[in-house]
């Protein structure tokens, strides 16, 4: 199988690894490291480079990831090797890009290359080497794209770790990705043995940076979902090697129009992506790439430069660069905060029982720092607790709500306030107490309530503002739920229940409207959606974990019309 993404030429410009003549300011060692959530390759190779520069001055991008610096023995080049300093397309562009706003990242290897670490076995030369990027060209965050046989190559991996722990002691806030070939099963077993040799070395990969491309099952293959499931089950191998990844350590990389495969990443896909992505905090949205954002003209049909599809000029820059405010991330800014969300961010619970949610945190801007964790809205005889109790910036931490069989059944909003030296953000946690006897909940056997909307209220159902319950239109009954997305939100609506362990459920539920979005999270995860103006179900499998709780969601899509929702049921 190839699992590559470039089909031309490489790159442009030769660096060598010692005693070169930057051409960009250094980056100080004290500066702070940014987050970049969206910074989508740019092919420093194929004469269009003038992309980038209409993508940062007209619209809005503010990082990206210029490739590829290639491994040559002990020496490091760009694609043509050309010397630093003479090469009048690379030098000069990404100056006026930094000089715009723009961060960048570099990025090493490639399909048509290796990183440094690949092609010199000399630890203190490839040191040398990855240190001279960084002061050259000003960065503190570099990508290394491992793809073809140098993902198996596991003594190569251990002396790229090795060089990571080496140049994040030497300089702080230093922060890189690995960006990896998978499927939409997952990494290969190869890429898993990549953050093994990280987990051997003591460090963490800031960002696993996945290439969700080229699986070669079909050309139609639906591109949008094959990516959530492969950022799904990468995550999973990510936490079987170190449990402390979240999604904040997750990247998607898809590319964008015709892959090499045949199959097609539309701009509905990109929605897809990104729409996963502000759910769970993905902590970069890359694709591949700028000079391919654009469709063919006359008889153009080049992978390497347009997308083969029918589009405005960077139209997926526009579909990604969004994420950019909606996660908080961004190049530039020394300031630090952060952001907190709860998954799920409601449960229904017996008295008696207890539920758990996941706290994610994410730098949004400057360093990681402390966050202090704790809760108030609590009723008497509800404790709710975190473990841990403070986490860094970029980590997690579990919430658990645990319910006195005396406590009045109601719903109760409590508030999760994370403190940090830069100021304190909060989430809601939506408590539905049920009693002991109805259900929902304490033994495993609970079920969804208000499935069809009749009661006329949205109870124990939880949404995002604009929500509601109406009358018309219905798919039966008297009732159906109105989801209202807006700029910024999808107008999510949940419910949490507890169902029997390891079980396997169908999902089903009547929808209509523009990108109408049903699924399961937590415990499980899975979702479909549809595009139709009539009433039509949509159906989901699924298998709950050891715990057996799940949040049943539905939701549109950003700045699109309305979605109405009616009937749901598991089973």
Known sequence: MRLARLTGSACALALATAGAVGVLAPTSSSAATSVYSVAPYVDMSNGQEGMLDTAVTGHHLKAYTAAFVLGEGCNQIWGDTLPIGADSYTDPEIAKAKSEGASVIISSGGASGEPLAWTCTTQSSIDAGYQAIINDYGVNQLDFDVEGAAVADTASAARQMQAMKDLKASNPGLQFSMTLPVLASGLTGDGVNILKAAKNAGIKIDVVNIMTMDYYAGSSTEMGQGAVSAAQATLAQMQSVDPSYTYANLGITPMIGKNDDGSTFTLADAQTVENFAAQHGVGRLAFWSVDRDQACSGSANSLSTCSEISQSSLAFTDAFVPYEGSSGGGGGGSSSDFSLSLSPGSASVAQGGSASASVATAVTAGSAESVALAASGAPSGVSVSFSPSSVTSGGSSTLTATVGSSVAAGTYPITVTGT????????????????????????????????????????????????????????????????????????????????????????????????????????????????????????????????????????????????????????
Do not use: I, K, M
Not at 429 to 453: A, E
Not at 498 to 515: A, E, K
């Open 420 to 571: 940090a030296a830069s100021g304190s953000h909060t989430a809601t946690y939506s408590l539905t107490v049920t009693s002991s006897g109805g259900g929902g909940g304490g033994g495993g056997g609970g079920s969804l309530t208000n499935t069809g909307f009749e009661s006329g209220s949205l109870s124990p159902w939880t949404c995002q503002s604009g929500s509601a319950v109406v009358s018309s239109p219905v798919h039966s009954g008297s009732h159906a739920l109105q989801v209202t997305p807006s700029s910024s939100t999808t107008g999510e609506c949940d419910q949490s229940v507890t169902l029997q362990p390891n079980h396997s459920y169908t999902l089903t539920g009547w929808v209509q409207g523009p990108y109408a979005y049903v699924g399961v999270s937590g415990g499980a995860s899975a979702s479909t959606w549809s595009n139709r103006s009539s009433w039509n179900q949509l159906t989901v499998s699924f298998t709950t974990g050891s715990s057996g709780a799940v949040t049943v969601y539905v939701h549109g899509w950003y700045g699109q019309g309305n979605v109405y929702a009616d009937d749901f049921s598991v089973g």
